[in-house]
């Protein structure tokens, strides 16, 4: 799967006709960054990263790369982190769901295409046209409640 997403030039190619939108060497690179990141990355750590590799970039070059990289299903954005990940299931069209871990700012993409239908039916059940599904689930992952972590008390 990993070689499918870096084949990005391919696979943008075919999702251009969708989206009116070419597949560049900016938005290739920058979901390799995103890819090897460890976790979710906000745009101004995406510019630093490029910097490092002699790459001069301002943040608009940045935004309007991941809203093609968004648009094309490669790449999600964490609203409650406003950072961005690479998408973990390219292959099919879905709304995601994130669990994100409050401690170390992890983000687990799940795919429940029922989960989305079934949120999907309710909404327009009272009348509602969704548009975009945004779920995300503030928590701790299974390691930062290893190592002793606690959800904070509000």
Partial sequence: MVDAILAFPKR??????????R??????LILELLRKA???VA???LIDSLRTRGKRVAPPTIYRALNALQRAGLAHKIESQSAFAACRHPEHAHQSQFL????CGQAEELADHDFSMR????????????VHQIIEVIGLCA???AQGAR????
């Fill in 43 to 45: 745009a101004y750590w």
């Fill in 12 to 21: 943008g190619s075919d999702i251009s006709e969708k989206i009116d939108s």
């Fill in 119 to 130: 949120m999907q039916a309710s909404a327009e059940a009272k009348g509602f046209l969704p």
């Fill in 100 to 103: 994100v871990c409050s401690q």
């Fill in 151 to 154: 959800p904070d008390a509000d």
């Fill in 143 to 145: 390691a930062c409640i």
């Fill in 38 to 40: 460890d976790k979710p």
């Fill in 23 to 28: 597949p560049t060497g900016m938005r290739a």
